[in-house]
């Protein structure tokens, strides 16, 4: 009934409330969770959203509004009247529909529709509607065009950057998480096909341009991963344009390529643009790191995190930072009634996160 992408982030949410010692389970954790997803970014951008605001407006109300209370990471928390009408309007928007499952569209559309609630005040203060959700999610209409941004296009002074005050920002923290796709996605699978190609470009760029890496994952056609640059380095571009055009330039030219591509003499393989967040503290850390890592699972690759191949998994569980379990294994429930069995669900998330 719920989709895989909804399962996630209500198991997110739920560690989240654990690990603020909350009592309750609401619909602002659950909204939380969703800007962590792929899906819940790509639908509150396209309606206008700003995802970093939103995180912000929820961490400082948890911070200041909900109380914490001495219980353990593994005391369950209860859900809130408020989320549970959530949860039961969108599954009677889904029977009434004859649809056979629910996305995250679903969920922020039920948000929205639910009157004195914290979450959808916030939705609203970002200018977004139910109207805005649903034009986007069944029609793939924007409130909002898309910024098709090249990564190389970045003001000089990024680092020392004023703020609108007139103050310096506060210095840019060189821990950053990426995301990057190649061009032709759905059945492509040249990353891992040349994955040993993949790791040489990386190896090679990390020589010249030094970084750490936290965390990687290579899917069939995108990557994830979790670096560190050196101190008052900040040049993720380079490093990125660098590895790419190692990568292109060493496997076969079978790619489909663009009358653009061909005019330019480009290679048909990598977006041009990839997704960028910057880690703002230990929490937003182990959450990105952990994202990264479930990645497979998410996309039903595997049925446990540990078992793709292609992963900085297998180090944290040697180094024990992950449980041998961890995101995967025996199935198991959060006590959501019989309609809410989570199976092969992350059973040992630290922290919430995209």
């Known amino acids: 009934m719920f989709n895989q992408d909804v399962q996630i982030a209500f198991s997110l ?6 690990r603020r010692h909350h009592e309750f389970l609401t619909t602002e954790h659950i909204l939380y969770a969703m800007l962590f997803d792929d899906q819940g970014q790509e639908i ?42 959530v949860l039961q309007r969108t599954v009677t928007h889904m029977q009434s529909s004859g649809r ?21 005040q916030i939705l609203q203060a970002e200018g977004l509607s139910r109207l805005d959700v649903l034009n986007y999610v069944s029609h793939g209409i924007t409130k909002v065009p898309f910024q098709d941004v090249e990564p190389d296009q970045r003001e000089p002074d990024e680092q020392t ?12 923290n060189p821990l950053e998480a990426f995301t990057v796709n190649l061009l032709e996605r759905g059945g492509n699978d040249v990353l891992i096909h040349y994955i040993d190609i993949l790791r040489e470009s990386v190896r090679d760029v990390k020589q010249r341009h030094p970084f750490k890496i936290h965390a990687w994952v290579v899917l069939p056609d995108h990557l994830h991963c979790v670096i560190e640059l050196p101190d008052d380095d900040v040049d993720y571009s380079v490093r990125w344009r660098l590895i790419r055009m190692s990568f292109s330039k060493a496997i076969p030219k079978n790619e489909r390529l663009s009358a653009i591509r061909k005019r330019r003499g480009e290679r048909g393989i990598w977006q041009r643009r990839y997704w960028k967040h ?41 180094s024990g ?11 198991i429930s959060l006590n959501y009634g019989d309609w809410f069995l989570f199976g092969a669900m992350p059973v040992g998330y630290y922290a919430l996160r995209s």
């Open 278 to 318: 910057l880690i703002r503290d230990e929490a937003d850390y182990r959450a990105h790191r952990d994202c990264v890592h479930i990645n497979p699972l998410k996309h039903g690759l595997m049925g446990r995190a540990i078992d793709w191949p292609h992963s900085t998994c297998h180090g944290l569980v040697k």
């Open 100 to 120: 056979e499952e629910i996305g995250i569209g679903d969920i922020l559309s039920a948000i929205l529709e639910q009157e004195d609630c914290l979450a959808a």
């Open 13 to 18: 949410a739920v560690r989240e409330a654990q």
């Open 44 to 85: 509150l951008r396209a309606c206008g959203g700003d995802v970093d605001t939103l995180r912000e407006d929820l961490e400082l109300y948890f911070d200041q509004h909900l109380e914490a209370f001495e219980q353990t990471d593994e005391d369950m928390p209860e859900q809130t009247v408020g989320l549970q009408n």
């Open 321 to 331: 930072a992950y449980p041998p379990d961890w995101a995967g294994g025996s199935e």
């Open 161 to 172: 950057k004023q703020s609108p005050g007139g103050k310096p920002a506060k210095k840019i």
